[in-house]
């Protein structure tokens, strides 16, 4: 393993008995049902449960039931219909506005930034946005735009270090794509109702955006998962299978290189990174920031504040732990980033999973394709962070960047 992506071992083992006060959840009276059920399970397709089990096989036989748990039947392969709605040059690179099919027959928009360094085809980063507690913009969150409002600038500086992700991708070498999630931004009801809707949600005060939010999360998205509900489908499949169908567009692109595609993404991009890897092989390596952990660093801790629809497929957790969505990604280059001050999950959970992420990796053979770093920060995407990512990225897609860590 490189050791410029590894958190020191003896580090993470340090971190395995440190838990916190458990959460709200048991308001429900539901903490002995939850401990219980956690201690009983068999864990049959879990191999962090299973430590004996092979690598190989385990991967066989559970990848396509991880398949049907997430990916909506029929939505691969179809056309994506994309249309350009705008397009604006910058130093350094261009940003395209487009629109496309995503989960058959929703369409979601999209922004593409495209460097301007020469090359016909570029390698790709599917960037994936956060949630954060702000449910009215989503993929304006890694890139920033003229006036937008305050709070948004203010937000991304507390989340990604007052960085454009896409446009720090840009400068070095990737053409980047980023959609509004299913819920966010231009696909919340807000939007479907308002045809100013930009406008609109410009002019709004800060704490006009957290009752958007808010009541975004607790009544329409419960409302949307129960229509779902109703033909046999979840957020946490439409999520996915939007993400997977970006992957299709990105690979129709004249100028994306579909050897070279990665994703990345921060919290609620964090899962959605963890679901693409495990899911497409055409994601040749990927980030995930603040988002990983095993079961046991969020059972008993903090589940109504971590785990949102997003991330709970029917049947998934029966006998399987979350850890193991990462390990599925293996043998594929994969960046595991975490914080120790991460207040959605335990540093216990973070450690397992990355102990879990290491030892996954050896038993496939390749242990140099893993950087596993916990840094001693909060739930965010810092430069720092990003910038691990970004040269993890230009070793793992083989191509040289015009900016290279520490630079």
Known sequence: MNSA??????????RLASSRPASSHHLFGLGPLLRKQFASRTWDRSLLHCPDASFEEWKQNVK??????????????????????????????VVEH????????????????????GRKRHPAIVTLHCMGGLRLYGREKLLAFPEEPEYLTTYRQTYYGGRSLQVELAQAGFLS????????????TGAYERLEFGAWRSGLSGEQVAKFSFDTAMTEEPQALRALQTIGLDIA?????DDL?????????DDVDPKRIGCTGLSFGSFRTNYLAALDDRIRAAASVCWLSSHRGIVDYNILGAMGFFALPPRMYQDFDMADIVALAAPKPFLAISGWRDALMEPRGISEAHMHFRETWRRAGVPQNL????????HEYNVLMQDKAIAFFQKHLSMVGVRLEGS
Do not use: H, M
């Open 5 to 14: 992506f590894l958190t020191p071992a003896k580090e993470l083992r340090s």
């Open 177 to 188: 794509i980023a959609i509004d999630a299913f819920n966010f931004g231009q696909r919340t």
């Open 371 to 378: 950087g596993s770093l916990v840094f001693d920060s909060p």
């Open 237 to 241: 499949s439409l999520t996915a299978t």
């Open 64 to 93: 396509p039931w991880f398949a049907e748990c997430l990916v909506v039947p029929s939505s691969l392969g179809e056309p994506t219909d994309a249309v350009v709605v705008g397009r604006e040059e910058y130093d350094g690179y």
């Open 245 to 253: 169908r970006t992957v299709d567009y990105l690979v129709q692109r």
């Open 98 to 117: 487009i629109e496309f099919t995503v989960t058959p027959p929703l369409r979601a928009p999209a922004t593409v930034v495209i460097p301007k360094n």
